[in-house]
């Protein structure tokens, strides 16, 4: 079969293009924990605020000293709408949403997931430096949207106290929660 010289180029072409937007997606999963979601915790929306998960919002520690954060988003706020944690830690975010889809983004960083009603989202970050974060809404939910915004406060690790705050055990029984991997 003969293939015009044009043609070639346009394969090789193709081919050099998806070789490298798949290097470019391989690459920033390893080096830079860019994973699609690999959990689905579920929860029932209309019961977040009596649910043993996330009846107390904000910062907790589990039973091996590792931080989490707990955090609801509604229509316009995020509870709690101020955070202090330490740097240089992971700290493991569990969020959800009440009402509608908001998005949880901590500016500055990589940290950033959809809220979603009836879902957990779940992800762990790293503050390498103190300093102060906007948290911000990032999806459109609705005429408050640009109201729903927040502080996120990191501190050296030592002038960081672990506030008497067991993280629920609930999250145990559910696949993602800190038991899962
Ligand atoms: Cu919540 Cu935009």
């Known amino acids: 079969m003969r293939i015009d010289l044009y043609e070639k180029i346009w394969m090789w072409g193709v081919g050099a293009m998806l070789t490298l937007f798949f290097a470019a997606t391989a690459v920033s999963a390893v080096t830079r924990s860019a994973h699609p979601p690999s959990h689905v915790e579920t929860i029932d929306p209309a019961q977040v605020m009596r649910d043993p998960r996330f009846r107390t919002q904000g910062v907790s520690v589990d039973a091996a000293g590792r931080v989490h954060v707990h955090v609801v988003g509604l229509a316009f706020a995020w509870l709690p709408r101020e955070l202090t944690l330490p740097a240089d830690t992971p700290i493991t975010f569990h969020l959800t949403a009440l009402d509608v889809v908001h998005g ?9 997931a959809m809220t979603i009603p009836g879902y957990v989202s779940r992800y762990t970050a790293t503050f390498p430096t103190p300093g102060e974060h906007l948290v ?11 109201t729903m915004y927040g502080t ?3 501190v050296p690790k030592e002038r960081w106290t672990a506030p008497a705050v067991r993280t629920p055990a609930a999250h145990d029984r559910h696949p993602g929660g800190p038991g899962a991997r």
């Open 104 to 112: 949880y983004q901590i500016v500055q960083t990589n940290a950033q």
């Open 136 to 146: 911000v809404c990032n999806e459109f939910c609705g005429t408050g949207h640009h």
């Open 152 to 154: 996120l406060t990191v």
